[in-house]
């Protein structure tokens, strides 16, 4: 009786530890090492397919997009996932339009994944393995801002180039297949595009989105060869830059030995501003006190130096004027009296202290302008510097600059392109934004200059500017071939004259006359761009 009652306490004991160790295991299992163990079984049920890296987007100032805005429908097929492989080549040559016999041996290869765009639709139910997915297009028909963010790939451009480093980031993409024990789909999940966005790095400029929309439709519009700029005044941010012709930028290749300059971006290129550089020299003949307003000069229809003749446009005569009307007729044979007065060392120096030989390190390729030596503004060489002619170049941006300076009362903000390199939340990871500025002339002289430039648009050469809002600028027909009768129209200016908020540069490229080719579309742009931040 005694042993049998020592064995039932045994037993009971042994019972009892057993299950105190099975109690003690299922917790280890489920609280401890559960979500562990819970993932490994989640993860057995997904087939994941790497993508790969994920690139940083190009936003505007407000992380508007420039990139990756639309997507285009692809459809996936997962070889190790697809039992009957005749079937499935017979459905994936429907809707992509390729052989039958390419995609079934593509499907007998060692591939991990297939990738074929949809040409066309399939409204059965498609093969377990097989799936469509809408994929993000880094570029499209519709991408604004080409010349700035450039392309990638085997060459590349532009931000993408400059900032290539930071855009490919470390993040990764990948397709996640969910499926159950029947290589189903598992239902209410599928398939699933999946992102670590850790570490993707993305660029933000000073572009503005819609102000580079506008600028660019106009220009599209008009058929424009040549480029428009615009600056904001008050900090030398470039919220527009566009160049014509364009490019597609999936389609590099076709381009790289074409003539007609569509991968130049003309914006950042130099070229004669002809009238357009009087800005400078009636700033430089100002502020050295070389002349004043009150001068009076005998304009001439042309003008005799050392045997070479400088005309006036339709060799025109307006008698007495002094330097306001001169500007704003456009008057070569006065201008270049002031020039005279005034001597080639002033106006060169005054050139350089607008920025036109210097360097502002866009991280984008950009030429910058040039300027004859004083040697070579002696005698008739003062002509062509006075009518920004012969060795003198400028950019459209440094024509946009030159408005911005003199619109901000002669306080010059050196262009900024880029603000900072953002996170995949939009959070400042680096400052890139530059804040330097100086004064290039007295605010007395910039006035000055602004009404001159004014008067410009109510009286003179640059009707054709004029808005609502009120215009001021300064026209410019660069000679290119006198015999051919060539020239590059431009015209520079800002908008509103009273308090100057955009700095609008026009270049068409032998575009004849800027009174009458680059006025009108500055008109365009500054009235359009009013209406969204008036």
């Known amino acids: 009786m005694c042993n049998k009652i020592t064995r039932l306490v045994i037993l009971a004991i042994s019972l009892t530890l057993l299950t105190i160790g099975l109690m003690a295991r299922l917790f280890y299992i489920q609280v401890i090492k559960g979500e562990s163990y819970a993932k490994i079984a989640v993860e057995q ?122 855009l490919r980031s470390y993040g990764n993409e990948s397709i996640a297949i969910f499926k159950d024990n029947y290589n189903d789909y598992l ?167 607008f920025g036109i030989t210097i360097d502002d390190n866009l991280p984008i390729e950009e030429e910058i302008g040039t300027l004859p030596s004083i040697k070579n503004t002696y005698g008739a060489g003062i002509g062509n510097l006075s009518i920004g002619q012969g060795d003198v170049s400028i950019t459209p941006l440094q024509a946009a600059d030159i408005a911005a300076t003199i619109a901000n009362n002669g306080i010059r903000h050196v262009p900024n392109l880029l603000k900072s390199i953002v996170d995949e939340n939009g959070k400042e990871i680096e400052n890139l934004h530059k804040n330097d500025s100086y004064r290039v002339v007295s605010e007395n002289t910039a006035i000055i200059v602004k009404k001159m430039m004014r008067d410009v648009v109510t009286n003179g050469t640059g009707k054709n500017a004029e808005t609502e809002y009120g215009s001021a600028g300064k026209t410019g027909s660069a000679e290119v071939n006198k015999e051919l009768n060539i020239y590059h129209a431009w015209f520079t200016g800002f908008v509103p004259y009273d308090k100057p908020k955009y700095a609008i540069s026009i270049f068409v490229k032998n575009g004849d006359i800027g009174g009458i080719k680059a006025a009108p579309i500055f008109k365009d742009i500054a009235g359009e761009i009013m209406k969204y931040y008036r």
């Open 187 to 353: 239902k209410g999940l599928g398939v699933k595009v999946r992102s670590t966005s850790d570490n993707v790095f993305s660029i933000e400029t000073t572009l503005d989105y819609h102000i580079q929309k506008a600028v660019e439709n106009i220009l599209d519009k008009n058929n424009i060869n040549g480029a428009a700029v615009v600056l904001d005044v008050k900090n030398g941010d470039i919220l527009a830059m566009a160049s014509r012709p364009n490019y597609d930028q999936n389609k590099i290749s076709s381009y790289l030995d074409s003539t007609n300059e569509e991968l130049m971006n003309k914006a950042l290129m130099a070229y004669p501003p002809g009238s357009i550089f009087k800005i400078i020299v009636a700033s430089a003949a100002l502020e050295n006190g070389k002349v004043n307003i009150y001068d009076n000069f005998i304009d001439e229809p042309y003008i005799n130096i050392n045997s070479v003749v400088f005309h006036n446009f339709m060799d025109e005569a307006n008698g007495i004027i002094n330097i306001d009307k001169a500007f704003e007729v456009s008057s070569n044979t006065t201008f270049i009296k002031i020039g005279q007065n005034t001597g080639g060392d002033k106006i060169i120096n005054m050139a350089k202290k």
């Open 45 to 166: 049920k997904i087939k994941s397919l790497n993508l790969g890296q994920k690139r940083g987007e190009i936003y505007d100032r407000n992380l508007i997009p420039f990139t990756d805005r639309t997507s285009t429908e692809y459809i996936y097929a997962v070889p190790g996932m697809i039992i009957d492989k005749e079937l499935a080549s017979t459905i994936l040559s429907k809707i992509t339009e390729n052989p039958k016999e390419k995609i079934f041996n593509d499907l007998n290869s060692k591939s991990d994944f297939l990738k074929y765009k949809c040409l066309n639709t399939y409204n059965s139910k498609l093969p377990i393995g097989i799936f469509k997915l809408d994929v993000p297009e880094r570029y499209d028909t519709n991408t604004l801002a080409r010349h700035i963010i450039g392309y990638y790939g085997s060459i590349s451009s532009g931000l993408e180039h400059t900032f290539d480093r930071a």
